[in-house]
């Protein structure tokens, strides 16, 4: 656990500070509306549900600004690589992106979850005050003449025939928080794992609806369905003085008038606004690298339906264990696949790896076995930045693959063979493993090197323990592209085999996600 919190401390304060403020913006806000006197009549309609709705409003803006950062990857890369000088945990929050994207996700269907059942809460008492008949303060304030007071109304539900339903789908708070979360419960839904490894096309034009999710939330708040006393109605009549003699308001020039509302200004567009540009200009960036021309310049089909790739395009500049999106007009002009580089920098190209997976790499891979020439067009966008970046920043690498997860450790053997050709100095590992796949042939499919091993599943406990027999004053380095299950694993071992002595061996788990 300490060697755990050694290399994520900064991770976990980053995580506190965001659960932090959502705690600090929930109850300020809960405060503000339970107890200021600007919403004292509105409480009188509404009760403590008026305080829960606009308190997870605020908690939904502040996590909907948030959400669409940890997906502009060109920042992340450029953070990345304004940050190479820093230390391995200083970067560690920029790996964990996704996780932090998905976190904030859930974070926005719980406040979403609170602000709905506030509001049909809301709904219900405005329906039923507007229909008392008894004389109360919640009936009065429903009552209000609109004719005189102009805009000064406190209930949007003006008739006792008005349903709630009709309230709902007519007005624009209602309508855009209804369409708003459609979306959200269509994106989360399709964002699950099952659906995301094996319909990725499902997932990916779904996940799109964030567009009508962020329009919705923009303008969701300009109806002024929540309304207050205005500062000048305040002074003249203050609830504190005027609520219990609520029946002489304008009775007499010196009783208590009238009181005057005012509806709150949208807010939601404040949050997003900034965000929303950073990201349009990702997007634009994106757009413009992806039409700059590729070259193919080779194409080989591998066993077990495995496409290589290999290409070339002007600028264009690589790390190891970097990864890139693909684009294939002739499949589809929209959608856009994560693939990792199993090329070296060293290199003269660039090449990826395709596993058929799914509808849309089963058809680019036809497409390559039939056309011979010309050869289908191919756009590329990236490359962007993992935590495989970080493995010549070991003494020791250990380097674990599954299936077709060994394609990002491809390009971090051939640049290791590379740099022991040129004899770099740089190079923090001096002992390099051996790693492939057991084809029949005389060099290794993705690597092209000699030197191959044979299939199995390991004993961890027992690797580990050897690797720490061997370097026991070492910093290793334990990278994974695979399975959840073998990432637990491993992670556990990382920690059983770190020393509490930090001049000892000490092992460091990485995750590859993209």
């Known amino acids: 656990m300490g060697n755990w919190l050694a290399n994520h401390w900064l991770s976990v304060l980053f995580l506190v ?13 809960f405060l503000n509306y339970e107890k200021s006197d600007k919403y004292f009549y509105t409480r009188e309609i509404l009760g403590t549900a008026l305080a829960f709705a606009r308190a997870s409003a605020l908690c939904l803006n502040f996590n909907s600004m948030v959400i669409l950062l940890p997906v502009c990857r060109n920042l992340l890369s450029f953070l990345r690589g304004t940050c190479s000088f820093c230390n391995r945990t200083l970067r560690k929050p920029l790996d964990h992106n996704l996780i932090f994207h998905k976190l904030v996700a859930y974070m926005i269907c719980v406040f979403t979850a609170i602000h709905v059942v506030a509001h049909l809460f809301n709904f219900e008492r405005y329906s039923r005050s507007q229909q008392a008949m008894d004389g109360s303060l919640a009936s009065v304030l ?23 339903m009709y309230a709902t789908f007519t007005s624009v708070a209602g309508l855009t928080g209804v369409i708003a979360t459609t979306a959200l419960v269509l994106m989360v839904t399709s964002a699950v794992e099952f659906i995301r490894r094996n319909y990725f096309e499902l997932f990916w034009y779904t996940h799109h609806l964030f ?7 923009g303008i969701h708040g300009l109806g002024g369905i929540v309304r207050g006393q205005t500062e000048e109605s305040i002074g003249e009549s203050h609830p504190n003085n005027c609520s219990n003699s609520f029946r002489e308001w304008d009775k007499y020039e010196w009783s208590c008038r009238r009181p005057h509302f005012v509806g709150h200004p949208p807010e939601s567009w404040k949050w997003i606004v900034a965000p929303i540009a950073l990201y349009i200009f990702e997007r634009i960036l994106r757009f413009y690298r992806s039409q700059q021309k590729v070259v193919i310049t080779k194409v080989v089909m591998h066993p077990s339906k495995v496409l290589e790739l290999q290409m070339r395009k002007r600028g264009f500049s690589m790390e190891v264990g970097q990864y890139i999106f693909v684009n294939c007009p002739s499949i589809s002009f929209l959608e856009w696949h994560p693939f990792t580089l199993t090329s070296a920098p060293e290199e003269e190209f660039f090449s990826i790896h395709i596993r058929a997976a799914g509808d849309w790499t089963e058809n680019l891979i036809r497409t390559f076995e039939r056309q011979h ?20 920043q070991y003494e020791v690498a250990v380097l674990v693959g599954a299936g077709i997860g060994v394609t990002p450790f491809a390009s971090i053997l051939k ?17 390099a493993g051996h790693a492939a796949l057991n084809f029949d042939k005389a060099t290794d499919v993705l690597t092209g090197l000699k030197q191959k091993t044979s299939f199995g599943r390991p004993m961890w406990d027992n690797e580990f323990s050897r690797i720490a027999a061997a370097h026991p004053k070492s910093v290793v380095g334990v990278f994974l592209c695979g399975p959840r299950t073998l990432a637990k694993s491993l992670r556990r071992c990382c920690q059983r085999y770190s020393s509490l002595d930090p001049r000892k061996v000490q092992f460091y788990f990485n995750k590859e996600t993209f």
């Open 211 to 217: 567009i009508v999710y962020i329009i919705c939330l």
């Open 373 to 392: 020439s010309p050869l289908p067009r191919i756009e590329v966008d990236g490359p962007f930045g993992t935590v495989s970046e970080d493995v010549f």
């Open 142 to 164: 429903s009552n209000l003449a609109h004719e005189k007071e102009g805009d000064s109304w406190l209930n949007p539900i003006h008739s006792p025939n008005t349903t709630v």
């Open 415 to 431: 640049s290791i063979w590379y740099k022991f050709q040129r004899a770099d100095n740089k190079l923090k590992t001096q002992k």
């Open 17 to 29: 500070s965001w659960l932090g403020l959502n705690i600090f913006l929930f109850v300020y806000a």
